[in-house]
């Protein structure tokens, strides 16, 4: 009996300590605020202390005191960990219990607590009957150290060289994840406007709306402090003065506040400004206001390290004279040029540009003149070049211009030539007029190299040769295209003083009918014998004239011409015969064509039924704008002619959408078809659709007795060759024509 008195004397003792230890350890949480709880493992009864529950935001009478509650506060993604680590501690596995865990205050926002706990045991058996533990609010000191972390990893990009836009995203979720509902936004002031850097939790369409703002005093909360230097706070967008004229911009995506902190450099210089946005009025609170003022530092590092690199490169890749690229940046390109080709299979050229005793200049009237030289040659190379070419400064009074796309060995020539035009204009320097002039090589890629060096060394030499022709022109590397390029361009000199002196003739073959062998028609054809250059092929000089855009005055000329020698003819009494013109494709795009046409009629009296225009079959196309112009020629009475017909690949499928009146067989066929039977079939089925669909044939390049037999055999309407008449000029096929009546029968009946 005594001993049983002795146990529950020594267990009362026990509870008793314990119990005067809780209420120890009661009090000394209760000073230091942290929350206390008491979790029965037999009956999961958890006892709450007050201060656990303030902890949270709720009153000593709003919480259940059982594990339920916790479980329901407790966020979902910590709470098997929570509980695992409960385990490993009841199990022995663990020999002490502490755990972050993440909880919701009542208000919504998350609460980050450390539990540290023990277990207490029942003296009889040593079961564990009971975890007593604390809870304390660590969100700060969690928000300090995610702070510091997140910090120094937008520093580390710093330092290794992450591209701005990327940093200032980081920085901007940097500080909205220490704000809930924050929203910041970083922009660079450039030229006196502002330019979106990063803003990933604001709209692309306002990010759009601001960018490329010019900034101002009154220009928003950033457009402000950029103006002035100095952080600008609104509180309420809305009705903030600074924002009358943006805030259309700002209200319907939620952006009531902004308050912004100039962005500078080491030196004080302001590079742009750091916004933080609320979608409710507000100004900033203490932290929010250091916060502000530490983005805008540690923006201001990257936009200063940014700005720093795009100088090094500008002095790396811009030539600080002229502005153009420099020698490191042209290699690049042309390494860049060379791939794009390899790829696309297209061309490129490359004209290596060097100044023609340049030297003198510098010796004779100083190096400042030297400069201006430069500087000026610099923009006469730019403004000859296309947007999509590469124009560098090499060295000294040396250039290169990549020639991208160049469709044909000429297109390089080309501008070639427009460097020599522009830079022989004279110029002023140190008060004395200078005409300057320049000497080009040129080699194309792939023909002339396959690698830099090579393009390079293709480049040079043909430099080498212009300078050794006499300075002052371009040579190609391989030479017979220079010879080639020369000639064009001597024609195309030639061709505009010819047309514009109207120095052209024009000659006239017959067409005839032929089944009687009379002649119905003409067909004008332009001729151009030059003094110098000799009898220049039509199909050089019509394409020359459509190249330099001379085709339009070409073509008024012929047809002015051909319908005054029509009614000379048609007043001296010789009866009336079509006459045929050709009419470039290129017309057909000339909204003033159809007028042009009938001011020829009325000031030349020439009958439009009588007049013949012919067009190549690349233009009979169900373009409306085509059709359009085909039916306007037809209001006014004139004849339409599809020449070439069956060369191109449209023919029968465009001939629905028309009326022509006739359709020309081309003289390719006709050349072929003694020798090809496939070809006269060709021929025979041209015939029989023509007539099918209204219109008459006309078969050219006659040249035999059998070919106009053959062709008649097959109800060809009409021919034209050199059976009849070569084209004569027009006191020959007047005499002709006249021949034609004198005889009272046809010439070639």
């Known amino acids: 009996m005594s001993s049983i008195n002795s146990q529950l004397k020594r267990q009362l003792t026990a509870e008793h300590e314990l119990f ?82 993440r909880m919701r205050h009542k208000d919504g926002h998350e609460v980050v607590v450390l539990s540290r706990a023990f277990l207490v045991n029942r003296a009889s058996d040593g079961k564990a009957i009971r975890l007593v533990g604390t809870h304390v609010d660590i969100t700060e000191r969690k928000k300090t150290e995610s702070y510091l972390a997140k910090n120094a990893e937008i520093l580390e990009l710093i330092a290794t060289g992450e591209p701005a836009p990327v940093i200032y995203d980081q920085i901007a979720l940097m500080y909205e994840g220490r704000h809930p509902g924050m929203r910041c936004s970083m922009l660079e002031l450039e030229d006196g406007k502002l330019l979106h850097g990063g803003a990933p939790s604001l709209p692309k369409e306002y990010c759009e709306a601001v960018h490329g703002l ?15 230097g100095h952080r600008v706070l609104v509180e309420n967008i809305e009705t903030d003065p600074k924002w009358v004229i943006i805030k259309h911009v700002a209200l319907p995506h939620g952006l009531r506040c902004c308050w912004s902190e100039p962005i500078k450099n080491s030196s004080g210089k302001v590079l742009g400004a750091f916004g933080m946005y609320y979608n409710h009025p507000a100004l900033p609170n203490d932290e929010e206001l250091e916060d502000l003022k ?28 002229t502005g153009l690229a420099s020698r490191v940046r042209f290699y690049q390109q042309l390494e860049e040029s060379i791939k794009s080709s390899d790829r696309s299979g297209r061309r490129f050229a490359l004209l290596y540009v060097d100044l023609d005793d340049f030297k003198g200049v510098n010796d004779s ?46 297109a390089a ?73 020369e000639h064009r361009f001597r024609v195309e000199q030639a061709l505009r003083e010819a047309v514009e002196k109207q120095q052209l003739s024009l000659v006239y073959q017959p067409q005839i009918l032929m089944h009687t062998g009379e002649i119905i028609g003409v067909e004008a054809l332009s001729r151009w014998n030059h003094p110098q250059l000799g009898q220049v092929p039509p199909t050089e000089f019509i394409a020359t004239a459509e190249r330099i855009g001379m085709i339009k005055p070409l073509t008024e000329w012929v047809l002015r011409t051909a319908c005054n020698h029509a009614v000379a003819c048609r007043k001296a009494g010789i009866p009336a015969v079509r006459m045929a013109v050709n009419i470039s494709p290129s017309h057909f795009l000339d909204k003033d064509f159809v007028s042009l046409i009938n001011r020829v009629i009325e000031e030349t009296g020439m009958n439009p039924t009588e007049l013949e225009l012919e067009v190549t079959e690349n233009v009979v196309q169900t373009n409306p704008e085509n059709l359009t112009v085909f039916r306007e020629l037809k209001d006014l009475g004139v004849l339409i002619a599809i020449d070439d017909f069956g060369v191109g690949y449209s023919s029968f499928a465009s001939l629905k959408h028309l009326t022509a009146d006739y359709l020309k067989i081309d003289r390719h066929f006709v050349n072929d ?58 006191d020959e096929i007047t005499q002709i024509l006249n021949s034609n009546i004198d005889n009272g029968r046809s010439m070639w009946s």
């Open 294 to 321: 530490s983005a805008a530092r540690l923006a201001g590092i990257v936009m200063e390290r940014d700005q720093a690199q795009k100088r090094i490169r500008e002095l790396a890749y811009k030539d600080e004279l």
């Open 673 to 730: 078809m003694l020798s090809d039977d496939e070809t006269q079939l060709l021929i025979a089925s041209m015939i029989d659709l023509g007539h099918k669909l209204q219109h008459r044939i006309i078969a050219e390049g006659v040249e035999t007795a059998d070919q106009f037999d053959v062709l008649n055999d097959l109800g060809c309407d009409t021919a034209q060759g050199y059976l009849f008449s070569k084209p004569v000029g027009a």
């Open 214 to 228: 010019e900034y101002g005093p009154n220009v928003g909360s950033c457009g402000t402090s950029t103006y002035t």
């Open 365 to 410: 009237l100083g190096h400042d003149a030297g400069d201006l030289l430069l500087k000026d040659i610099a923009k006469c190379l730019k403004s000859v070049s296309r947007e999509i070419d590469f124009v560098a400064r090499l060295s000294g009074d040396e250039f290169c211009i990549i020639v991208k796309d160049v469709d044909d060995d000429y």
């Open 20 to 101: 005067l230890s809780e209420e120890r350890l009661t009090l000394a949480l209760k000073g230091a605020n942290d929350g206390l709880w008491d979790w029965n493992l037999e009956t999961d009864d958890v006892y709450y202390s007050r201060q656990w529950k303030s902890m949270l935001g709720y009153e000593e009478d709003e919480l259940e005191h059982h594990l339920d509650t916790w479980a329901s506060l407790v966020h979902p993604d910590d709470k098997e960990r929570v509980l695992k680590t409960v385990e490993d501690h009841l199990s022995g596995n663990a020999d002490s219990f502490e755990v972050e865990m």
């Open 413 to 485: 020539a080309h501008v070639a030539q427009r460097c020599l035009d522009m830079i022989s204009e004279p110029i002023e320097l140190s008060a004395r007029k200078f005409t300057p002039s320049c000497s080009i090589g040129i080699a194309h890629y792939p023909d002339d190299g396959e690698n830099l060096s090579t393009m390079l060394k293709a480049a040079d030499t043909s430099l080498y040769s212009a300078k050794e022709h006499g300075k002052n022109q371009y040579a190609f590397y391989k030479p017979e295209l220079t010879h080639k390029a």
